[in-house]
């Protein structure tokens, strides 16, 4: 089942627990306060299929200056892909980019 996120977008998640931490972690990367990663690699932990939080966390690795986050953004990235079955067009598009 899927959900909209605070803006109005479809992210294909059914959790809404799963959806209050993406807001969390979207806030701290879009604030610059607080950890996103952090943030965002609790949520996924509790669910893992969540495609949006993977490629959020991609996001925020991007955006990193240190070369070292390279296996990291790597991990996320192919999160993303392996789920790409069941994500949206417009996440899909995120883990392509």
Avoid: W
């Avoid at 605070?6 to 059914?14: E, H, K, P, Q």
């Avoid at 965002?40 to 893992?48: F, G, S, V």
């Avoid at 996320?76 to 980019?97: D, F, K, M, Q, T």
């Amino acid at each position: 089942m899927s959900k909209t996120d605070c803006r109005g977008v479809a992210v294909s998640t059914g959790s809404a627990k799963a959806l209050d931490g993406y807001e969390r972690a979207l806030a701290a990367l879009n604030s610059y306060f607080g950890d996103p990663v952090a943030a965002i690699d609790t949520t996924l932990a509790a669910e893992p299929d969540f495609v949006a939080g993977h490629a959020l966390r991609a996001g925020a690795l991007c955006m990193a200056t240190q070369r070292d986050v390279e296996p990291e953004l790597r991990k996320s990235v192919e999160a993303g892909e392996a789920l790409a079955h069941a994500a949206n067009p417009r996440e899909r598009g995120h883990i392509r980019a």
